[in-house]
């Protein structure tokens, strides 16, 4: 008798591990916990888990150019991350990251929502335009973010440079937040979604005022970098924001690599995209533009086939 028992607790425990093994885990790459990919990726994750089949988790992380190279050494399955940056590390162009490293394994998965280059200024800092950023401590960005590509594409427009500023910071956005709080920085460079919370957190406790990026530098800008699209950050979108403040914005994009399997590519869209109402309701930057027709438009890299199954059967003409 214990001999049966003993079998059938092994046969049930086989049966048990057969059926964890069809949950395939996956990582999904995000951003600083301030922004607005980590908000995104977490309610990913979840909706995800809820629906069974996948074991996701978000993991916060230094941001676009991190995540690409984590999904290209199999660090992270999935990730959030500018379209910009991953068509450079899809390209191996761009960024001196990935020059000469192209990954041909990465592939898209939707175009999220659009991120806006956030230039967040002390309003004693004398500083009305992206030229007066010259002599001045500007927060860049974390090391190889994203938001230090745009940092110097949008420079580079006004005819500036990292070398002409009097100091730049290479920092977290909590960080650079932390000191433009003790004035010990005078400007923030952010690519992020409208509404995120560390904008917020900054025009709450802190005298700012943002910077706008229009004119002949924005169409320069767009026509060097085709990722850019206008856009203007509406009025009262932070405290003491009283008009529409004119910008640019690159594409909060999801990706994933051709390495994982075209079933669990489409188990996760299943999960995290066929209800767009829930979807919506992870954050106001997806509330407020996130379009099933938009998701396939402005993709940096060919669509993995689990989302091209998962497009398809929505109705979009995809390949």
Do not use: C
Request: hydrophobic share 45%; charged share 15%; aromatic share 8%.
């Amino acid at each position: 008798m214990k001999k049966t028992l003993t079998l059938s607790a092994l046969v049930l425990a086989g049966t048990a591990t057969v059926a964890l093994a069809q949950n395939a885990f996956i990582t999904i790459g995000s951003g600083s916990t301030t922004g607005v990919y980590f908000p995104v990726a977490t309610g990913m994750a979840k909706m995800m888990n809820d629906a069974g089949g996948i074991r996701a988790n978000a993991r916060s992380t230094g941001g676009s150019v991190f995540n690409m190279n984590a999904l290209k050494t199999g660090e992270l399955d999935m990730a959030i991350v500018q379209n910009d940056v991953a068509y450079y590390a899809y390209k191996g162009t761009g960024i001196d990251a990935f020059k000469g490293k192209a990954n041909p394994n990465v592939r898209s998965m939707a175009v999220l929502y659009p991120e806006v280059l956030h230039v967040i200024v002390r309003k004693d800092a004398g500083i009305n335009t992206i030229a007066d950023l010259k002599g001045k401590r500007v927060v860049t960005g974390d090391l190889g973010s994203g938001t230090e590509q745009t940092a110097l594409q949008v420079m580079e427009a006004y005819g500036l440079d990292f070398k002409d500023l009097g100091q730049q910071l290479r920092v977290s956005p909590a960080q650079g937040i932390s000191l433009m709080q003790d004035k010990r920085a005078d400007a923030l460079f952010y690519t992020v979604g409208v509404g995120a919370s560390a904008i917020s957190q900054i025009a709450q406790t802190t005298d700012v005022k943002l910077i706008p990026v229009s004119g002949n530098q924005a169409t320069a800008l767009l026509k060097k970098y085709p990722f850019y699209v206008r856009y203007n950050i509406p009025a009262k979108s932070y405290k003491g924001q009283g008009a529409t403040v004119p910008g640019v914005a690159v594409q909060a994009t999801l990706v994933t690599s051709s390495s994982v399997d075209a079933d669990t590519v489409y188990k996760a869209m299943k999960a995290a995209f066929s209800n767009e109402k829930a979807l919506k309701a992870l954050h106001p930057a997806l509330a407020n533009n996130y379009a099933d027709a938009k998701a396939v438009k402005g993709l940096p890299a060919p669509l993995h086939p689990g989302a091209v199954k998962f497009w398809k059967e929505q109705g979009l003409n995809v390949k």
